[in-house]
């Protein structure tokens, strides 16, 4: 068995195991393996044995926490939640049915995330499972999505009721609302006016907050007769923990040990230089380019990394302002994407602020929409190999014609605020065979 196929083995054998001291055995088996292996690589940067060796260990310690922990309770709240989780009543047939659909989807996914493994007999057909790992990674973006669905559906259902309750509140008893609602004087005019200022995801995210606030020390019947519906707040409480912890069960590659040893090298470099660390790169949904990369969402972020030779330390001054002239521009390139969105956030939060403005609301959930649909080619776009347009129509469960209109536009943009890397780009996914 080779050195990556034997760590391969070692990864998934402690993430699986659900006995926490016998995990402890496993990873401490990991640590052995991998300890040398990232010191080799670290050394093959330049780097001494003494810095390799704390630089290793550092990078050990920080994928034990991600995996080891936060992985675990990410398990242990979607689990919770799951099981907890029930169709509301009053909703119809048709509602219960798409509940009970995506909580049967989310259990098995669970159980494949969690307790997705290898055997030695495997290794001699390493795609087989590489294939298979990233079709249950590729699960977690239309689970999501469905969550977000749902969660949408609730506040166009129940937000004009929670805005009167809070308005009211507000009026007649400022004392309570303030114990029931942080900064409640005059809140519930303030909200009904700011509630479209910001992205969808965060209108979605500030009602879960407006409404498990509200909810918060009022007896359950209470709250249930005041918006109309019963079972609301635990349905919201628990598809928004759903949505929040499924992406750090990702199953990850080895490809994440060398990413964490690179950027903890290259945050020492420059601590020494007295700067501050490298900044994550903020994407649409609120995470990082940095942390898809760790997360190997799709399976193939970090396949070649996995090959000490695929991670490179850059020289420590030119190289270090080249990645962040790189990081501005991509910022920039992913605000012009957006642009549109930003527009019509601004038009929608002037308009709402002298009624309902149904309409710009409206033209806001449309863009934002399409903007989420941009982002998820766009990561489609940096996996190695790059897939072809109907694998990402069916992995993202869109037609072929959207995947092009959005290809279309990410490729014009990309050329314009990249215009050094435009020529490779095309040159890669030629010679990938991807579709133009």
């Not at 670290?42 to 810095?51: D, E, M, P």
């Not at 479209?196 to 500030?206: C, D, I, P, Q, V």
């Amino acid at each position: 068995m080779s050195a990556s196929n034997d760590l391969d083995f070692r990864l998934y054998a402690w993430l699986s195991e659900q006995d926490e001291r016998r995990a402890e055995l496993r990873f401490s088996s990991y640590f052995k393996a991998a300890f040398p292996a990232i010191c080799h690589h670290l050394r093959s940067l330049g780097q001494s044995n003494a810095n390799a060796e704390d630089t290793a260990q550092q990078a050990l310690i920080k994928l034990f926490k991600h995996l080891g922990t936060t992985r675990r309770v990410a398990a242990q709240e979607v689990r919770s939640a799951t099981a907890g989780l029930k169709p509301i009543d009053t909703w119809g047939p048709m509602h219960a049915r798409l509940v009970r659909a995506w909580l049967q989807q989310l259990t098995a996914f669970l159980d494949s995330a969690i307790n997705f493994r290898i055997t030695q007999e495997s290794q001699e057909n390493p795609e087989s499972w590489k294939d298979f790992r990233n079709e249950i990674n590729w699960q977690i973006d239309p689970l999501r999505r469905r969550a977000a669905r749902f969660l949408g559906e609730v506040r166009t259902r129940v937000e004009p009721n929670l805005l009167s309750l809070l308005a009211d509140s507000s009026a007649a008893a400022p004392s309570t609302a303030a114990e029931s609602t942080p900064d409640a004087g005059g809140e519930g005019e303030e909200l009904s006016a700011d509630v479209g200022t910001a992205s969808l995801t965060a209108e979605l995210s500030r009602f879960v907050s407006m409404l498990l606030d509200y909810a918060h020390h009022r007896d359950s019947s209470q709250v249930n007769s005041a918006l109309g519906h019963a079972g609301v707040c635990e349905f919201v409480s628990g598809t928004a923990s759903v949505h929040q912890h499924l992406p750090p069960l990702a199953i990850p590659s080895n490809g994440l040990l060398y990413t964490i040893a690179k950027r903890q090298l290259i945050d020492t470099l420059r601590a020494k230089k007295h700067e501050e660390p490298i900044t994550d790169i903020a994407d649409a949904s609120g995470g990082s380019v940095l942390d898809e990369l760790e997360l190997d969402i799709g399976g193939s972020q970090l396949a070649a990394a996995d090959s000490p030779s695929a991670v490179s330390l850059p020289d420590q001054a030119e190289g270090e302002e080249r990645d962040s002239e790189v990081e501005r521009r991509y910022v920039a390139f992913v605000e012009f994407l957006r642009s549109p969105l930003t527009r019509a956030e601004g038009v929608l939060a002037s308009a709402a602020t002298h009624g309902r403005a149904t309409a710009e609301r409206a033209r806001v959930a449309s863009l934002q929409t399409k903007f989420e649909r941009l982002v998820a080619v766009l990561g489609a776009l940096r996996e190695v190999p790059q897939p072809t347009e109907e694998e990402i129509a069916r992995r993202l469960e869109l037609t072929r014609n959207q995947v092009k209109y959005a290809i279309e536009r990410i490729r014009d943009e990309f050329n314009h605020f990249f215009p050094d890397l435009a020529g490779y780009s095309e040159g890669r996914r030629k010679n990938q065979g991807g579709e133009g």
